[in-house]
């Protein structure tokens, strides 16, 4: 189907700004709704009974990690963009800039995870290093020698310095490639010289990226059970991310749509190609899954198999089958349709069920291991080991709100702050124009 030919006359000269007074309100109860829910956290986490404590800290890691994979998936798509000299997707790459540009603040609610009294309930391994009288090498030789042998890795120093590593390196790289992109919409001669520099800046921070995305998974996720291990779990969580985080470049673009912007630069080809990309990664995201679920069953070693036997345990183990049908036979099927691609509120639909599918993902990941870790630690005060802990479903949803809002903030304030597309990028009329 022909559509209108964009020319350099239908290019805004000084770009396509946000109007900060009509999502003024969103922002402000964004951050009130942030703000009154960190306070209330602090106090679940820090100074409620021990029974919520430990319950909340669980609550407060499955939001945290999960709002931000979907930053460190906007940087993801930042990368590739640059990387790949991809022309469709300049008229959004400013959308996923945005997006990525959250990740330093969503870090800042790491915070309570790096207290001693957070992580008495959730790592285990970190209890057992604090208890060790002397030298804590030398009394996991004798006491623990899986613990022993991961000492190199799993030891307090390091982890601390790969937090600190990931908050303040991965948060450079997109700052400077977002300043890099959005020093352009000013420049009255831009030239290409950014764009190469962009391109050779986004290069070594794909590394970067996959050392973020699969370490902190590592640090935060699979720590909470130390004894487990899986080497697919990296790009099992990068699936998620990359698939989650277009599926929120999905869902700006519609919006900002909806009130007027991206006039002309972004249309049906940008949405197709969005479309396609989380078509793909949805097939990705069940190869893996599906892969590191066969690879564990055949090999059938407990260290490994212990992960699902406990979320086939229980209620858990229908959320399983549900996560398995939802988050792939059904967008599988959906997004095989073109026509659908093409029609930002349709595939706005697609990508609000697909970050549910995500947020059970996650829930999957981090929830089950509550019930049977505080009842280590402290049986009295949680009871025995068990599939669930009742009632602690509240905290989490709590918890999801406190962090999503601020989420949301974060995203809209970096909106505002510049053009929405990059206006003055040499390559902004080849994008307006793209074909597939």
Not at 172 to 201: C, E, F, M
Not at 227 to 235: A, I, L, R
Not at 362 to 387: A, T, W
């Amino acid at each position: 189907m022909a559509h209108h030919h964009v020319t350099s006359a239908d290019i805004a000269i000084n770009g396509d700004h946000l109007d900060s007074s009509k999502v003024s309100k969103v922002k402000s109860i964004a951050l009130g709704v942030a703000a009154i829910g960190t306070v209330v956290s602090l106090y679940l986490l820090f100074l409620a009974p021990e029974k919520i404590q430990g319950t909340y800290a669980y609550s407060w890691l499955y939001a945290f990690y999960l709002f931000l994979t979907l930053s460190i998936g906007g940087v993801f798509w930042v990368l590739l963009h640059n990387v790949s000299n991809a022309s469709w997707g300049t008229s959004v790459r400013r959308v996923f800039e945005n997006i990525g540009a959250t990740f330093p603040w969503m870090f800042l609610f790491c915070i309570p995870l790096l207290t001693p009294h957070v992580q008495h309930y959730l790592y285990e391994w970190m209890n057992i290093h604090r208890a060790a009288p002397g030298d804590v090498k030398e009394y996991l030789h004798h006491h623990d020698h899986l613990l022993y042998n991961k000492y190199w890795f799993m030891n307090r120093t390091f982890w601390y310095g790969r937090v600190a590593f990931y908050a303040i390196v991965f948060s450079g790289v997109i700052i400077g490639l977002r300043k890099l992109s959005t020093d352009q919409d000013t420049d009255p001669n831009p030239g290409t010289w950014r764009l190469l520099k962009a391109r050779y800046h986004s290069n070594y921070p794909l590394i970067i990226f996959a050392l973020t995305i699969t370490f902190t998974g590592f640090d935060f996720a699979m720590g909470l059970d130390y004894t487990w291990f899986s080497t697919m779990w990296g790009v099992y969580l990068f699936a998620g991310a990359a698939l989650n985080s277009m599926a929120v470049g999905v869902l700006v673009c519609t919006w900002l749509k909806s009130k007027g912007h991206l006039k002309h630069v972004a249309g049906p080809e940008q949405f197709h190609v969005m479309g396609k990309l989380m078509f793909a990664f949805t097939v990705f995201w069940a190869y893996i899954t599906f892969s590191q679920f066969f690879l564990i069953w055949y090999a059938n070693i407990t260290e490994e198999t212990k992960y699902f036997l406990i979320r086939n345990t229980g209620n858990w183990n229908t959320a399983m089958y549900f996560l398995l049908f939802g988050h792939f036979v059904v967008p599988f099927v959906v997004l095989l349709q073109a026509w659908l691609k093409r029609n930002p509120k349709l595939l706005s639909i697609v990508a609000i069920y697909t970050l549910c599918m995500h947020a059970l993902d996650h829930y999957l990941i981090i929830i089950p291991e509550r019930g049977i870790s505080l009842g280590k630690i402290n049986p009295e005060v949680f009871g025995d080991i068990q599939v669930s802990i009742p009632g602690a479903f509240w905290g989490d949803i709590f918890a999801f709100i406190t962090i999503g809002a601020a989420f949301v903030f974060f995203l809209l304030r970096a909106l505002g702050q510049h053009s929405l597309y990059p206006n003055r990028d040499p390559r902004i009329l080849e994008s307006a124009n793209a074909s597939n």
